[in-house]
Every structure is written in structure tokens, then in C-alpha cells.
């Protein structure tokens, strides 16, 4: 069977764009010989809706959308995602369904049944799971087909109670389609295409994965789609992070290739271009003018993201604010003003020293005469700048872009209403090592971020001579430590410490995590890059006394 994998990025409630871009689709499809169009979960309204599913007149409208597909399906016929309302009795009111479109009708529906509620999914709070795991067919002469949703390939992964492809190859499914919206994070390509071998290969059967694209708020969706034959080898990929139409021969008598075959980009590549597409999206689907503002310190999170938004939006896109403070040395000002030409993006200089100047006046009035007023004398640069920021924002209709890393964020490294303001943060699932990778990478061609700026000891810029390492263990080990808390969940007591760290560096460390949840609560949305990012899917109490000493 001759089957078009078509991998749109849908924009969240835009339901009739997102019809237009499957019908778009479909007719090439139909022009290129297909026997069937196939599009991700929730092709029509987006993934993923969150509360929008409580809003009936949404839904009433993409069924709408849905039914607007049925005179194109008698040219050829389609198998999407739609949500769609629960049959009686049902626990929820609504399915996450795969619905084939025939001969102008929908002539078949299953439910997704496995709801998946960890990390930054939480389905079981608005659908039913299926009751119904048998195949379909197009047709008296078609191959029989298995229709499931995303999380319906993962029971050998994550131990479910039911197996949705076992059952659908038992009843005599002649290939399985997946209809996804599976988020991104660095090597979740590869690793979806291993499982999904190891899962045909298991069953006997061929399987069509076709996965969503785009950014949506701070979910990555990378595409990736490909078709796997039954001996558990790729037969054809479609690429990561753009939209587009295969044509896949599932009777194919090629060889395939094995899941570690496929090209890709891997590491800081796949990394950037996740970014790319985050930032873009988050700027295109809002519409919103694509003006970015991002505050250039001269430092290399400040100069990876602006990279980052200037290849996302365009360099004209981007405008480059150095603020120079009493503690600034020449060459951070320097460093900055070179990325700013080394982008071609436009840079404007506004020195915070009046100001910073009129705050410690109040600062005297307030808390009487000092030489030092610590952290707050620090901290009000930070907020200056970052009031400075937001009034570009206001009045050019433009987004701030924070630059704080994720080793930054993890242990509260960052200023409430300082460096922490904006639309988006960037590089908030990004920790240090990669930004410094991302860096790296960006010059790969030429010289974008300034050798300098890699190679100079990192430092705030808020108090003579500082320097990070006066604040926080050297990244290395800081990384390293973070790592095992965040993405592995371990505590203090489980954490094996890196080389040159002492058990009670690793409880301090978790301590700060811990502490500093208020701050992340404040920061803007992060965008997704790991397994484990802060936002939606880590949700941890800010006030609790969950600690524990060695025993």
C-alpha cells in the first residue's frame, strides 16, 4: 500500500488553517499516487489544547473542520487525529481519536487508549480511553489497518496495562498507523525510531509513525515521521523540524535500514534547530510582529541567544540592547558590540549608571549610609536593566527574550524582575556545558559569537572583579550534579558526586534547587529541550520541607 505521510504544523485553535495545510497535503498526495493520506493526533485543533477542550463551541467547530475534510476523502482517503465527543457512559466527556476518512464518510474511529499523565501530558483529565482495539479497512480488497494514538505504541516502554499493537496484530492488523504528537528533546528521534523497531520487529508488522511539527508555547515538536517494515527496519524517514509530504511504499522489498542508520543532526545541531523552530513559532503563532529584544552583556547566554533569535526571525528582527553598568569591563561592551556585527543585528547602548546612581540616593534614605548595600546594591542593576528592556518592549512592540541558562535557573542564579523578565527564555532548558556547545556550534562556518566571549571566565558584572565561581561551583560540576536531580530525580543521599565534588557540595546544590522554586514559578516559559524542564511537566511544591540530612 502506497502511503503519504504528511507531517503539518498545526497552530493551536486554528482550526480552519490547520484544515487548509491537511487538504494542501492530501491533493498532492492524491496527485502523487497515493492510497492514503495519514496526519498526526489532533491534526485539527493542535496539541496540546490543555483547557481549551473545556470550551464546547471548540470542539463543535473543529467537527466541523472535520467534516469540511469528507468530500476531499472521496478522492482519496484520510486518516487523522480529531478530538471527538466520548460515547455514553464514558468516564470523560471527549476521545482523543484516529478517525479514516472513505468515500465521503468517516467509515471508522478508535480512541486513543493509553492516556498518558506524566511529565507534560495529562490526558486522563479530559478523554475516555478506548474500549475497542480491532482493526479497520478501507475497503473489502484493502489491507486491514491498526489505527492508534501516540502513547499506543509505548507499552513495551512504560508498563501499561494494555498493549494496543499486540491486540491490533492479534486481531489480524496488516500494518499499524501512529498518529503523534510525541514532544521533542535532544535524542528523542532516536529514540523513538529504536523503539519502534524493536516494536514491529516484535509483532511482525509494519508501522507508519506520523508525528506533529512546530512550536507550541514551550513544547518542541520535531517531526521526524518514518515508516518501519515488519522485520523492524526504517524503510523511509521524513525530516525533523519542518513540515512535509513522503510518499512511503509499505510493500516495499528493500532491506530498510536499522534505527541508528538514519541521518540526522545530533548534539548542538539538533539542539539549535529545536531552538530555531521554538522561537519562531512562539513569535509567528501568537500574531504578534517578530521583533525580539534581547539585552547583550557581552557574556555567552546573552550571545547564544541572540544567534538563536537572529537565525529564527531574521537579523532585522532583532535588536541588541547593551546597557552598560559600574561594574562593566570594556571588553564585555566590546564582546557585545562584535555579535552585534558579526549578526548584523542592530544594537542601541544606554548606560544604567544614572540610574543606578539614584537608587543608591534611596537606598541611603532607606537603610542609612553605607559602602556596600550586597545583594540589593547588585540586584537593582539587574532590575534596571530589566525595566529598561520591558520599556523597548512596550513601546516597539516587541518580546524580551531572557538568556538565563538552566544551571542558572536550577539553583537561583538570576534576579526576580532582572535578567528574569520576557516572553520566552531561551536557553532555560539549555545548561551551561551546551550553551557553551550552541556557542561553539554557531561559529561552525564563521565567526558569529566572539572568540572572546567563549573563552572568558563567565561573570555577572554586578560587583568588582566577580567572576560566577564566586557564587557557584565550576559548571562542570554544577551540571553534572543538576543532571542527577533534575532528569534523574534523585536526592543528595542517591547522587553520585562528580570528580572534585564532596557529598556535602551535592546536598548544598540540591538545597538551592529546591529553594528556588519561586523563582522558576516567575521566570518566563522555557522552552524544551531535555527530558525533565521546569515548567508544566516538574511541578513541585515552592513551600515544603521535603530535606532530609544523611541519616
Same mark, same amino acid.
Given at each position: 500500500m502506497r502511503v503519504a505521510i504528511g507531517q503539518t504544523n498545526p497552530t493551536i485553535g486554528d482550526l480552519a488553517g490547520n484544515r487548509r495545510q491537511i487538504e494542501d497535503m492530501v491533493v498532492k498526495a492524491a496527485e502523487a499516487g497515493a492510497e492514503l493520506a495519514v496526519f498526526p493526533e =489532533?491534526?485539527? =485543533?493542535?496539541?496540546?489544547?490543555?483547557?481549551?477542550?473545556?470550551?464546547?463551541?471548540?470542539?463543535?467547530? &473543529?467537527?466541523?473542520?472535520?467534516?469540511a475534510l469528507l468530500p476531499l476523502s472521496k478522492r482519496i482517503p484520510i486518516a487523522l487525529g480529531a478530538?471527538?465527543?466520548?460515547?455514553?457512559?464514558?468516564?470523560?466527556? @471527549?476521545?482523543?481519536?484516529?478517525? @479514516?476518512?472513505?468515500?465521503?464518510?468517516?467509515?471508522?474511529?478508535?480512541?486513543?487508549? =493509553? !492516556?498518558?499523565?506524566?511529565?507534560? *501530558?495529562?490526558? /486522563?483529565?479530559? *478523554?475516555?480511553?478506548?474500549?475497542?482495539?480491532?482493526?479497520?479497512?478501507? /475497503? +473489502?480488497?484493502?489491507?486491514?489497518? #491498526?489505527?492508534?494514538?501516540?502513547?499506543?505504541t509505548w507499552a513495551n516502554v512504560i508498563p501499561y496495562r494494555f498493549d494496543p499493537v499486540a491486540e491490533l496484530e492479534h486481531a489480524g492488523a496488516h500494518f499499524v498507523l501512529n498518529l503523534s504528537a510525541s514532544p521533542w528533546h535532544v535524542g528523542k528521534p532516536l529514540e523513538r525510531r529504536r523503539m519502534l523497531c524493536e516494536l514491529a520487529a516484535q509483532r511482525r508488522v509494519p508501522i507508519v509513525f506520523v508525528n506533529q511539527v512546530g512550536g507550541n508555547d514551550s513544547l518542541i515538536f520535531d517531526g521526524g515521521s518514518f515508516a518501519v517494515n515488519a522485520h523492524g527496519r526504517v524503510i523511509d524517514t521524513l525530516p525533523l523540524f519542518e513540515p512535509a509530504l513522503q510518499l512511503v511504499d509499505l510493500g516495499t522489498s528493500e532491506p530498510g535500514a536499522a534505527p541508528d542508520a538514519v541521518a540526522e543532526p545530533t548534539g548542538a545541531a539538533q539542539l539549535e534547530a529545536g531552538l530555531v523552530l521554538g522561537i519562531r513559532d512562539y513569535f509567528l503563532k501568537q500574531d504578534l510582529p517578530p521583533q525580539a529584544v534581547v539585552g547583550l552583556s557581552g557574556g555567552v547566554d546573552s550571545a547564544v541567544t541572540a544567534h538563536l533569535a537572529a537565525r529564527a526571525l531574521g537579523p532585522e528582527r532583532v535588536l541588541g540592547f547593551i546597557m552598560p553598568g559600574p561594574f562593566s569591563s570594556q571588553?564585555?561592551? /566590546?564582546?557585545?558590540?562584535?555579535?552585534?556585527?558579526? !549578526? #548584523?543585528?542592530e544594537t542601541r547602548r544606554v548606560p544604567i549608571e544614572p540610574m543606578y546612581?539614584?537608587?543608591?540616593?534611596? *537606598?541611603?534614605? %532607606?537603610?542609612?549610609?553605607?559602602?556596600?548595600?550586597?545583594?540589593?546594591? &547588585?540586584?537593582?542593576?539587574?532590575?534596571?536593566?530589566?525595566? !529598561?528592556?520591558? +520599556?523597548?518592549?512596550? +513601546?516597539?512592540?516587541?518580546?524580551?527574550?531572557?538568556?538565563?541558562?538552566?544551571?542558572?535557573?536550577?539553583?537561583?542564579?538570576?534576579?526576580?524582575?532582572?535578567?528574569?523578565?520576557? #516572553?520566552?527564555?531561551? @536557553?532555560?532548558?539549555?545548561?551551561?556545558?551546551?550553551?557553551?556547545? =550552541?556557542?561553539?556550534?554557531?561559529?561552525?562556518?564563521?565567526?558569529?559569537?566572539?572568540?572572546?566571549?567563549?573563552?572568558?571566565?563567565?561573570?555577572a558584572e554586578l560587583a568588582?572583579? &566577580?567572576? /560566577?565561581?564566586?557564587?557557584?561551583?565550576?559548571?562542570?560540576? %554544577?551540571?553534572?550534579? @543538576?543532571?542527577?536531580?533534575?532528569?534523574? #530525580?534523585l536526592d543528595a543521599n542517591a547522587i553520585e558526586p562528580p570528580p572534585n565534588a564532596t557529598r556535602a557540595l551535592v546536598k548544598e546544590i540540591v538545597r538551592r534547587v529546591d529553594r528556588n522554586e519561586y523563582k522558576r514559578r516567575q521566570a518566563p516559559l522555557v522552552l524544551r529541550t531535555t527530558r525533565k524542564a521546569f515548567g508544566h511537566g516538574r511541578r513541585l511544591p515552592i513551600v515544603h520541607r521535603a530535606l532530609r540530612d544523611d541519616p
Open positions: =489532533l491534526a485539527l =485543533l493542535g496539541y496540546p489544547p490543555m483547557d481549551l477542550l473545556e470550551r464546547r463551541a471548540v470542539i463543535e467547530d &473543529q467537527v466541523r473542520e472535520l467534516d478530538v471527538l465527543p466520548a460515547p455514553e457512559a464514558r468516564p470523560k466527556p @471527549l476521545v482523543n481519536a484516529a478517525v @479514516l476518512l472513505a468515500r465521503g464518510r468517516r467509515i471508522a474511529t478508535r480512541a486513543k487508549t =493509553l !492516556l498518558p499523565t506524566y511529565d507534560v *501530558f495529562d490526558e /486522563d483529565r479530559y *478523554f475516555s480511553p478506548s474500549e475497542e482495539r480491532a482493526p479497520v479497512s478501507i /475497503d +473489502a480488497t484493502a489491507p486491514s489497518l #491498526g489505527l492508534t494514538v501516540c502513547e499506543d571588553h564585555s561592551v /566590546d564582546d557585545a558590540r562584535a555579535l552585534a556585527a558579526n !549578526l #548584523g543585528i546612581g539614584a537608587y543608591l540616593d534611596a *537606598f541611603r534614605q %532607606l537603610f542609612g549610609a553605607r559602602d556596600d548595600y550586597g545583594v540589593a546594591q &547588585q540586584n537593582i542593576q539587574s532590575r534596571i536593566r530589566g525595566a !529598561l528592556l520591558m +520599556a523597548v518592549a512596550n +513601546a516597539e512592540g516587541r518580546i524580551v527574550l531572557a538568556t538565563g541558562n538552566k544551571s542558572e535557573l536550577s539553583v537561583g542564579y538570576c534576579t526576580l524582575y532582572g535578567d528574569t523578565v520576557g #516572553g520566552l527564555a531561551v @536557553l532555560g532548558d539549555v545548561y551551561k556545558r551546551d550553551v557553551y556547545a =550552541l556557542a561553539r556550534y554557531a561559529n561552525r562556518e564563521a565567526e558569529r559569537i566572539p572568540r572572546h566571549t567563549i573563552e572568558k571566565p563567565p561573570s568588582p572583579d &566577580q567572576f /560566577d565561581t564566586d557564587d557557584l561551583p565550576p559548571y562542570e560540576i %554544577l551540571d553534572a550534579v @543538576l543532571e542527577q536531580v533534575i532528569e534523574g #530525580g
